[in-house]
């Protein structure tokens, strides 16, 4: 019999305490992002905690890709937000509520962590009134099939590695169908071009998984007094959980999206707040930023029917139409063609440059089951609203946008990096769960030698030493021609 009911402390606040409104409007959120291809098991996610106002829509991007997953335990991670506790505080209520309903605590989990450190400890009153756990659970209620459990964990503020022993607990105890999920905001009130440049280099550390470098780079910018920067991570020890389980475990990462309150239609840009949404999985990661990949798929019949330049003309459109369309009026447009060779599946990036300089660039190396065309169009989206490196593109911004497009041959594998031909091949370098991509052209636009080039690549994008592509044995290469178009 539930009795002991962890009641809402931030309905009303953070987001809508009425059923129906809150319903429609997480609906809402997650209507606006795309589902993305993501292979392998979902371990755990990354998400902001702030009112729904500011952060759900970069919570989306992860909840999205749950959505109709059937979970059995959802283990909910922050630092303690409105109490000051040494250890590690595991709620043991009965169950908490939301105005969707009530979500019944595992206990037995529960009581297997605390039995496990003597660090993790029961603690009720620590939850009760924090909310960065408790604005998970009306996306959890909407996104995953009725039936889970959760294990609610706070963080003190005592002991920095603290994290460990989390760490360990949980990866003794996660069954095979449970979920983490992390609750963290980024930067606190720095400006608007300060939080995106702090942001985007915090996430991309923690898709490389190194715990000393994010402690390095938060000691780093503490030094440098940036303007109202007060906290980089306000959930830091979930964050250094999850990375530890990422390299105990052999997930991959990738970032999904980032925005600040700067973005939304009620906050300003002199003093934000930044969220990021990031996902871990089991296998490779399906949808590609420019710095990832994954295996290659068998090689399609493309290089005997190159796109001509009217086929060409009807991709840069699509782009250019489509995100003018979303950035106006946050619309997806429909379109439709005859044309056989843009209904292929391949593989395309999306570039945009404003007055020469990189705007945004996202794709997908491996062709999913959508044409060419859609491909093309999906991903102008994603490249002028989610690339993590650059804030959403504006619309008085979009007639200074340049567009390009680079269709993709199937990857092969090569045993010698000698083999590849600067300005002809788009190179992948992969090694475990790490790996990055370069396409053709940026050997031309940087002007970089082979060797440089192929450095780049092992450091910049894949987070491997700069000398990994001569290491045979352990590091593979792909290489990838495209056939490179712009307006």
């Given at each position: 019999m539930?009795e002991?009911?962890?009641?809402p402390a931030?309905?009303g606040?953070?987001?809508p305490?009425?059923a129906?409104?809150?319903?429609s409007k997480?609906?809402e ?7 993305q291809?993501?292979?392998g098991e979902?371990k755990?996610?990354?998400v902001?905690h702030a009112g729904?106002d500011?952060s ?11 959505e109709?997953k059937?979970i ?6 922050c ?7 040494s ?5 043991d209520?009965?169950?908490w509520?939301?105005?969707?309903g009530?979500v019944e605590?595992?206990?037995e989990?529960?009581?297997?962590l ?12 620590a939850?009760e009134s924090?909310h960065?756990?408790?604005v998970?659970l009306?996306f959890?209620?909407v996104?995953?099939k ?9 963080f003190?503020?005592?002991k920095?590695?603290s994290y460990?022993?989390l760490?360990e ?6 069954g095979e ?21 702090i942001d985007?280099k915090?996430l991309e ?7 000393e470098?994010?402690?390095?780079n ?5 030094q440098k ?5 007060e906290i980089?991570?306000?959930?830091v020890d979930?964050a250094?959980?999850v990375m530890?389980l990422?390299?105990d475990?052999e997930?991959q990462?990738?970032v ?11 906050g300003?840009?002199?003093s ?6 990031v ?11 420019a710095?990832s990949s ?11 029917k190159?796109l ?7 991709l840069l ?5 489509t ?6 009026t946050?619309k997806i447009?429909?379109?439709s063609t005859?044309?056989?060779?843009l209904?292929?599946?391949e593989?395309v990036?999306?570039?945009l440059h404003?007055?020469?300089n990189?705007r945004g660039c996202i794709?997908?190396?491996i062709?999913?089951?959508d ?6 169009r999906?991903?102008a ?7 993590p ?7 008085s911004?979009?007639?200074?946008l340049?567009?390009?497009?680079s269709?993709?041959?199937?990857p ?7 083999k ?6 788009g190179?992948?370098?992969k090694k475990?769960?790490?790996s990055g991509?370069?396409?053709?052209q940026?050997?031309d636009?940087?002007?970089?030698n082979?060797?440089k080039?192929l450095?780049e ?5 894949a987070g ?10 352990d590091?593979?290469?792909?290489i990838?021609?495209a ?5």
């Amino acid at each position: 019999m539930i009795e002991n009911i962890r009641k809402p402390a931030v309905a009303g606040q953070f987001y809508p305490a009425d059923a129906s409104d809150l319903k429609s409007k997480i609906l809402e959120y997650l209507d606006k992002v795309s589902k993305q291809e993501i292979e392998g098991e979902i371990k755990a996610i990354l998400v902001p905690h702030a009112g729904y106002d500011f952060s759900a829509p970069v919570s989306a991007y992860a909840y999205k890709q749950l959505e109709g997953k059937k979970i059995e335990n959802v283990i909910i991670i922050c630092n303690s937000h409105s109490s000051f506790f040494s250890d590690i505080a595991i709620d043991d209520s009965d169950a908490w509520e939301t105005p969707l309903g009530q979500v019944e605590v595992n206990r037995e989990l529960v009581k297997k962590l605390a039995d496990s450190n003597s660090e993790i400890v029961l603690n009720s009153i620590a939850h009760e009134s924090d909310h960065t756990l408790e604005v998970q659970l009306p996306f959890l209620q909407v996104a995953l099939k009725p039936g889970f459990k959760i294990v609610p964990i706070l963080f003190g503020n005592t002991k920095d590695d603290s994290y460990e022993n989390l760490a360990e607990a949980l990866k003794n105890n996660l069954g095979e169908n449970d979920l983490v999920v992390i609750s963290t905001d980024m930067s606190h009130y720095p400006n608007y071009e300060d939080a995106n440049l702090i942001d985007k280099k915090t996430l991309e550390i923690i898709n490389t998984g190194s715990v000393e470098d994010l402690e390095k780079n938060i000691r780093e910018i503490e030094q440098k007094n940036i303007s109202n920067e007060e906290i980089l991570l306000c959930g830091v020890d979930g964050a250094k959980t999850v990375m530890k389980l990422k390299g105990d475990l052999e997930w991959q990462s990738e970032v999904l999206g980032y925005k600040n309150s700067g973005d939304s239609l009620y906050g300003d840009k002199e003093s934000v707040v930044g969220y990021g949404a990031v996902v871990f999985v089991l296998q490779n990661v399906g949808h590609l930023s420019a710095g990832s990949s994954r295996q290659p798929a068998s090689r399609l019949p493309q290089d005997d029917k190159q796109l001509n330049q009217d086929q060409k003309n009807i991709l840069l459109n699509i782009a250019k139409d489509t995100v003018e369309s979303f950035v106006k009026t946050g619309k997806i447009p429909d379109f439709s063609t005859t044309d056989e060779r843009l209904n292929w599946k391949e593989g395309v990036f999306v570039t945009l440059h404003e007055n020469g300089n990189l705007r945004g660039c996202i794709g997908q190396i491996i062709p999913s089951k959508d044409p060419l065309w859609q491909v093309v169009r999906d991903m102008a989206i994603e490249a002028a609203t989610d690339d993590p490196r650059f804030s959403p593109v504006s619309e008085s911004e979009l007639g200074n946008l340049d567009y390009e497009i680079s269709v993709l041959s199937a990857p092969e594998k090569i045993d010698d990096w000698k083999k590849i031909e600067l300005g002809k091949h788009g190179v992948i370098v992969k090694k475990g769960y790490n790996s990055g991509v370069f396409l053709p052209q940026v050997a031309d636009e940087t002007g970089w030698n082979l060797e440089k080039f192929l450095s780049e690549l092992c450091f910049q994008k894949a987070g491997l030493p700069s000398d990994c592509y001569k290491n045979n044995k352990d590091v593979e290469l792909y290489i990838f021609s495209a056939q490179v178009f712009g307006d």
